[in-house]
């Protein structure tokens, strides 16, 4: 994500159009009339991505990254998953924090039992740009926490992504809520493992302007040519965007109900997440932090949290100020810019393709309540 408060900061104000205006306005850029997006229910959405009694198997692909943070313990927290692996990127902060931060997370959590492997420490073409300045230098919003005790495994990311995968064809859903570096590079390692993921809950992208830019979210626009290729590689991807995480402003009353609680996945989340209110406060910032990342998560552990519309999702790569945008078609033509004079003569397909669905709506007293009261239970941590 990146900007935990981008809202209340107003680092990026767009260009104003509001995000009906800019789905209407994307359909009518695709040649077709204006309506109203057809919102999927949770039921539908699980009818998609599928269900079983048992866990679910999930690898999180993370940059932690204070929203990362809560979205980490609140899976630990959730007996619905199965956490088969970590697998720290560089994003908010560069590797040599995020890796040993999910460490500690899990450590924090009571889980050294899952394995974290080391992922990529830049994106595939791109320097790195970090977010620091919104999730302190630590990427725990400078909140202090021992040292973690255990290592990661031999493997790297992409390794244990594939092994993980593997073993478990059809049954492994990946949330990635950082850029989504690592599994473009376990995709390539291993062309056949798309067919095997089950499905992807992603942190990332927008039809509602960026964050970043006015056309990016932080994780596409950190790495678009891998989210194009994450996009474009046929796996059954539920988009969580800024559309939807906008909403998840933790209040103050939330904060308080983590520190009041005494376990310690509650205790940490609460020092973290207050560590950036005060910082909010300090800089005169209505509003609290945007736990954008622990969306993903929820929409997997309960679909009616969001309404999703299926989208062919395009990332944008090429842009001198616009690469990582994601541009939402929700119909034929998929128009692309004009071609130049001696470029190829196909502005457009006919062909309509969803590859995603994306949610456009979020019940956020329903997510808050799961959030804060999954951390707070203190299920799955110790004491
Ligand atoms: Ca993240």
New binding site residues.
């Given amino acids: 994500?990146?900007f935990l408060f981008e809202d209340s900061l107003g680092h990026v104000s767009g260009d104003g159009v509001s995000r009906r205006q800019f789905i209407t306005r994307t359909a009518m850029a695709a040649g077709a009339a204006a309506v109203a997006p057809r919102l999927l229910s949770g039921s539908t959405l699980m009818e998609q991505v599928g269900t079983t009694k048992s866990p679910q198997r999930v690898i999180i692909d993370?940059?932690?990254?204070v929203?990362?943070a809560l979205?980490i313990l609140l899976a630990a927290a959730s007996p619905e998953l199965k956490i088969e692996g970590v697998t720290p990127v560089a994003?908010?902060v560069p590797l040599e924090l995020t890796l040993p931060n999910a460490l500690r997370l899990l450590e924090i959590a009571g889980r050294t039992d899952v394995p974290v492997a080391t992922g990529a420490s830049r994106p595939l073409t791109r320097k790195l740009i970090t977010a620091s300045y919104a999730h302190g230098e630590n990427g725990l919003g400078g909140v202090q926490f021992p040292d973690p005790k255990t290592k990661p495994v031999s493997d790297n990311a992409s390794q244990l992504i594939r092994r993980i995968v593997r073993a478990n064809p059809g049954q492994v859903a990946i949330i990635a809520?950082?850029p989504l570096t690592n599994l473009a590079i376990a995709f390539r390692e291993d062309p056949e493992l798309p067919k095997m993921v089950k499905s992807i809950y992603l942190?990332g992208g927008s039809l509602s302007r960026g964050n970043v830019t006015p056309s990016a979210e932080?994780?596409i626009y950190v790495d678009p040519e891998a989210a194009q290729e994450v996009f474009h590689a046929g796996i059954p991807i539920v988009m969580v965007g800024l559309d939807v995480t906008r909403k998840a402003m933790l209040r103050d009353e939330h904060i308080k109900r983590l520190e009041a609680a005494s376990n310690n996945s509650a205790q940490a989340a609460g020092k973290i997440t207050r560590a950036i209110w005060n910082r909010m406060q300090r800089a005169n910032f209505n509003g609290g932090p945007v736990m954008?990342?622990s969306v993903a998560v929820a929409a997997l552990l309960d679909p009616s949290i969001v309404k999703v519309q299926d989208y062919y999702v395009e990332v944008e790569t090429s842009g001198e100020f616009t690469a990582g945008e994601t541009l939402g078609y929700s119909r034929a033509p998929i128009r692309r810019s004009a071609p130049p004079v001696n470029g190829p003569s196909k502005p457009e397909s006919t062909e309509f393709k969803p590859n995603a669905k994306v949610a456009l709506d979020l019940d956020p007293d329903k997510f808050f309540e799961l959030l804060v009261g999954r951390l707070v239970s203190g299920h799955g941590t110790s004491a």
Avoid: E, L, Q, T
């Avoid at 993370?62 to 990254?65: F, I, L, S, W, Y």
């Fill in positions: 994500m990146g993370a940059d932690p990254g929203d990362d979205a994003g908010n809520i950082g942190m932080f994780n954008h990342d």
